[in-house]
């Protein structure tokens, strides 16, 4: 049971550049979150999915979307990256519980 | 929008003592959880407490437990017979009942002493 895992762990891009960060979870869950964490903040939502096919807006989502690909995968996309998008980025699966993957940092330069 | 409020930055504690780590919320609503968030340098987050706002009853986990105060909108984090392994970020967090969006506070950075 692996739980929550993002790919990649660490990724450097330059500025315009895109990317794609993957998260996938093996819990059966409905739910699924993409955070940001910046230094001296708490997690700010960017995106969530409720359900399989359904994805909305969080608090923080300009310059950010997002696929729910299926019931397992959720992913967030950078179409061209800026340094404000430099940040340590957590995917959450969640029923009753909930569960974090380890994190991807980001940095833009 | 709900807000959290966590006025320590840093806190430090003696191995085997009590140590306790504020957090106020604001909100209109009625019905809603609260959490406590702890994140080690490895940078998991792991839910330490939980507690559902129509409950009076603080929740406990083992060494860790909640003062709840609705009123007030307070949810402060004991921690008793605290060990090495507590060093970390503690961050609340408060989220309406049914809905998604999850409000976490700046955190608070424990280190326990040997």
Redesign the interface.
Known sequence: NAGVTQTPKFQVLKTGQSMTLQCAQDMNHNSMYWYRQDPGMGLRLIYYSASEGTTDKGEVPNGYNVSRLNKREFSLRLESAAPSQTSVYFCESRDYEQYFGPGTRLTVT | AQT?TQSQPEMSVQEAETVTLSCTYDTSENNYYLFWYKQPP??????VIRQEAYKQQNATENRFSVNFQKAAKSFSLKISDSQLGDTAMY?C?FMKHNN????????TRLTVKP
């Open positions: 959290v490895s940078r998991q987050m792991i839910l961050f967090a998604n969006d999850m409000r976490f506070g700046a955190g």
